[in-house]
C-alpha cells in the first residue's frame, strides 16, 4: 500500500521550509520542522553512497532494500533531502516496487527542491506511454502531484491523452488529475476542454471512471450550483445502482437528491426503481435511500406518511443487527423521524427496549426514543421495562429511566402505574435512586394534584429525609413540603431544621426554602410564624447571594403591605402541567431533515454551528 507523508523539508537558504497546506491543513498539523538526529547522519550519507553502488553494480535487490530504509526514514519524520539527486537518478528502473518508492518520495520532496525535481519530469512522460496501464496510472498521479508552478504545461499535454485511454484505471487517474489542474490552474483547465469530456465520461462504462467524473464535476461545478441534472443523466445512473460498490451508490443517491422530478408517475418510477436499496446490508445506503424517498414526497402528505410505514423495518433491521455505533447512527434518525411522525413506531415499542450488552451511549437514545412512541396503549408495557432497568449497573441508565417514567407520566395517563413504580424506587436501600424519584416528582406532583393518588408518597418521602445530601434532591424535597405540606403533619419541624442550617445549605435551596416557608406559613400559621421571621431576617442580611435577598426582601414587603395580596400571589391557584417546554425549535427540525444522513442529526443541530470553514493553516494566527 501506498504511504503518505506529510513533511516539512529544508529550504534553501539553510533553514527549514515549509510545504504549503493540503485541502486547508499544514503539514504536521503546525508541528515544528524535522531535522536529522546527530545519530543518523552518518545513516543518510551511507544510504546515499549505498544507493550510488547499487546503482553502479544494477543490484536491484540492494536498490529495492536501500529505497525501503528511505521510505522508512521518511515515515520517521528524518529528513532525506539529502538523498534526493540519487532518486532523481533511481527514476529509470523498470522494477513497479522501485517506481513506486522512488515516486512517493518525489512527490513529498518536490516543493522543497523543484529545480531537481523538474529533471525526473522526461522518466514520468515516459511511463506515462508504457505499455502496462498501471505503469500509466501510477506515472500520471506522481506528475499531477509534484505539486510545483512548472507541472502544469506538461500535465495538460498528458491529460490530452490518458482522457481518452484504453484502460479505466489510466482513465479514473486522468480524471483525478483534471481534477488538480483545475486547483493549480483554472485557465489551462478551461482551454483544455475537459469539463465537457467529464459530462460524457458520466456514460463510461467503468464505474471507478464514471463517479470518479461526478465528483470532480461537482467540485469543479460547484459555485454555479453542481451538475444540472436531466433525465439522460439521472436514468443510466439508478440503471447502473447493482454495477456499483457501496461508496459509489451514495454519492449517485446524494447527486439524485437534487433532481426533481417531472410528474408522479416518474417519482413512483424512480422509488420502485430503488426499493431493493432499502434491503441491502449497508446502513449508509439504506439511510441515503430513505433521504431521498423522504425529499422526493416532501409535498405530498399522504404518500410521505405512507414512506414513512416503509421506511420501519430496514432502520430497524440495522439496529438490531448492526454494530453498536452504525446502530446509534441509525437511532438518531428514527429519532428524528419520530418527531414527524410517533404513531409509525409505537407499534414497535419492543424494538427499542436496552439489551444487557447495549453500550450507555445506545441505551440512553432508546430511552428518549421510547418516551416519544409512549401512548395510551403502550405506555404501561413500556413503564414496567423502565422500572427494570433500574437495577442497571450504570448509574446514569438509572438516573434516565425514571426521568423516562416521569416524562411518559405527563405525557400519558400513567399517574396510577407510576406511582405504583415510585414507591417501590423510594423504599430502595439506593441513595441516588431515591434522589432521581424525587427529582421526578416535583415534575410529577405538578399535573397529578388529586390528594388521593398522591398521598401513599409522603411517608416514604419523609422516611429517610436526613440522608439527602444532592442539592437538586433537596430542593425537590424542600419544595413538596411547601405545596403539600397541610398533608404532612413533619414538614414544619423539618423546614425548621433547614432554617436553622440556612447558611449551610446552597443557593438553590435556600430560595426554595424561602418560598416553601412562605406557602406553609398562610397554610400552618402558628407552626410557622416563629419561623419565618428569623428566616427573613437572615435571608434579607445575607447578601452572598442576591436572588436570595431579593427574595426574602420580596416576601417582606408583601407581608408588610398586605397579607391577604401575599397569600394570592405565593398561594396562587395552578394549573396542571401537561408537559415542559423544549429548546428544540420547529425550524431546527426542519433543517435537520434537510440535512438528513449527515453528521447534523448525530450532533442534533444545524451544519453551521459546528462547520467552520476557513482555509488558514492550523496552528497560525
Known amino acids: 500500500a501506498t504511504v503518505s507523508v506529510l513533511y516539512w523539508g529544508e529550504g534553501a537558504g539553510g533553514g527549514f521550509a515549509k510545504m504549503p497546506k493540503r485541502f486547508g491543513f499544514s503539514n504536521f498539523m503546525g508541528a515544528k520542522p524535522t531535522y536529522t538526529p546527530a545519530e543518523k547522519k552518518g545513516e543518510i550519507n551511507e544510504l546515499k553512497a549505498q544507493l550510488n553502488q547499487a546503482e553502479a553494480e544494477h543490484d536491484q535487490a540492494k536498490k529495492r532494500d536501500c529505497l525501503k530504509r528511505v521510505v522508512a526514514y521518511m515515515t520517521l519524520g528524518i529528513d532525506t533531502s539529502p538523498l534526493f539527486t540519487e532518486m532523481i537518478m533511481a527514476c529509470a528502473t523498470k522494477d513497479l516496487v522501485q517506481k513506486k518508492m522512488v515516486y512517493l518520495y518525489l512527490c513529498t520532496h518536490a516543493e522543497t527542491n523543484p529545480d531537481i525535481a523538474i529533471l525526473a519530469i522526461n522518466t514520468l512522460q515516459k511511463d506515462c506511454r508504457d505499455e502496462s496501464p498501471v505503469v500509466r496510472g501510477l506515472a500520471l498521479r506522481s506528475i499531477s502531484s509534484l505539486r510545483i508552478p512548472s507541472i502544469v504545461e506538461y500535465l495538460v499535454t ?48 467503468d464505474a471507478h471512471v464514471c463517479c470518479n467524473a461526478l465528483v ?145 451511549f445506545v441505551k440512553s437514545l432508546k430511552l428518549e426514543i421510547m418516551v416519544q412512541i409512549a401512548n395510551e396503549k403502550n405506555y404501561s408495557d413500556i413503564m414496567t421495562e423502565l422500572a427494570a432497568y433500574v437495577t442497571d449497573v450504570q448509574v446514569d441508565t438509572v438516573r434516565r429511566s425514571i426521568r423516562s417514567m ?143 435577598h431579593d427574595r426574602a426582601l420580596l416576601y417582606y414587603r408583601l407581608l408588610v403591605k398586605n397579607t391577604r395580596i401575599a397569600s394570592q400571589v405565593v398561594c396562587c391557584q395552578k394549573e396542571a402541567v401537561e408537559h415542559f417546554e423544549t429548546n428544540e425549535s420547529a425550524e431546527i427540525k426542519d433543517k435537520l431533515f434537510e440535512e438528513f444522513n449527515s453528521l447534523s442529526v448525530i450532533f442534533n443541530m444545524p451544519a453551521e454551528r459546528f462547520i467552520v470553514k476557513y482555509d488558514g493553516v492550523l496552528g497560525e494566527e
Not at 171 to 190: G, Q, W
Not at 326 to 349: G, M, S
Not at 445 to 470: C, G, S
Request: proline share 6%.
Open 158 to 205: 498528458l491529460l490530452r491523452d490518458t482522457i481518452k485511454d484504453p484502460s479505466p484505471y489510466v482513465r479514473k487517474t486522468a480524471v483525478i488529475a483534471s481534477c488538480k489542474l483545475y486547483r493549480m490552474n483554472p485557465e489551462e483547465f478551461d482551454k483544455l476542454m475537459i469539463l465537457d469530456k467529464l459530462q460524457a465520461m458520466i456514460k463510461d462504462p
Open 216 to 360: 470532480v464535476l461537482g467540485e469543479v461545478l460547484e459555485n454555479d450550483g453542481g451538475i444540472e441534472l436531466t433525465k439522460q443523466i439521472v436514468y443510466p445512473l439508478l440503471n447502473r445502482l447493482r454495477d456499483l460498490n457501496e461508496w459509489q451508490q451514495c454519492l449517485v443517491l446524494e447527486l439524485v437528491l437534487r433532481y426533481v422530478p417531472e410528474n408522479e408517475n416518474e417519482m413512483f418510477t424512480i422509488m420502485n426503481l430503488l426499493e431493493e436499496r432499502l434491503w441491502g446490508s449497508n446502513s449508509s445506503v439504506i439511510l441515503a435511500t430513505t433521504h431521498l424517498f423522504l425529499t422526493l414526497t416532501q409535498n405530498l402528505p399522504q404518500l410521505h406518511r405512507q414512506v414513512y410505514t416503509r421506511l420501519k423495518d430496514p432502520l430497524l433491521t440495522i439496529v438490531a443487527t448492526a454494530p453498536m455505533e452504525t446502530a446509534y447512527t441509525c437511532l438518531c434518525h428514527i429519532k428524528l423521524l419520530i418527531c414527524r411522525e410517533p404513531e409509525v413506531f409505537a407499534d414497535n415499542y419492543k424494538d427499542f427496549y436496552c439489551r444487557y450488552n447495549d453500550p450507555s
Open 406 to 548: 416521569g416524562e411518559i407520566a405527563l405525557k400519558t395517563n400513567a399517574g396510577k402505574v407510576a406511582v405504583t413504580h415510585f414507591l417501590e424506587f423510594l423504599e430502595m436501600d439506593m441513595g441516588f435512586v431515591r434522589s432521581e424519584t424525587l427529582n421526578v416528582l416535583k415534575d410529577f406532583l405538578r399535573k397529578y394534584t388529586d390528594i388521593t393518588l398522591i398521598e401513599p408518597f409522603f411517608p416514604a418521602i419523609i422516611k429517610n429525609w436526613k440522608e439527602m445530601d444532592d442539592t437538586p434532591c433537596k430542593v425537590a424535597f424542600v419544595w413538596i413540603l411547601g405545596e403539600f405540606g397541610e398533608y404532612i403533619d413533619e414538614a414544619p419541624y423539618i423546614l425548621e431544621y433547614y432554617c436553622e442550617h440556612f447558611k449551610d445549605e446552597p443557593h438553590q435551596v435556600r430560595l426554595e426554602l424561602l418560598t416553601s416557608c412562605m406557602k406553609l406559613f398562610f397554610k400552618r400559621p402558628p407552626e410557622l410564624q416563629p419561623v419565618l421571621g428569623p428566616l427573613l431576617n437572615e435571608a434579607i442580611n445575607d447578601f452572598s447571594h442576591a436572588d436570595v
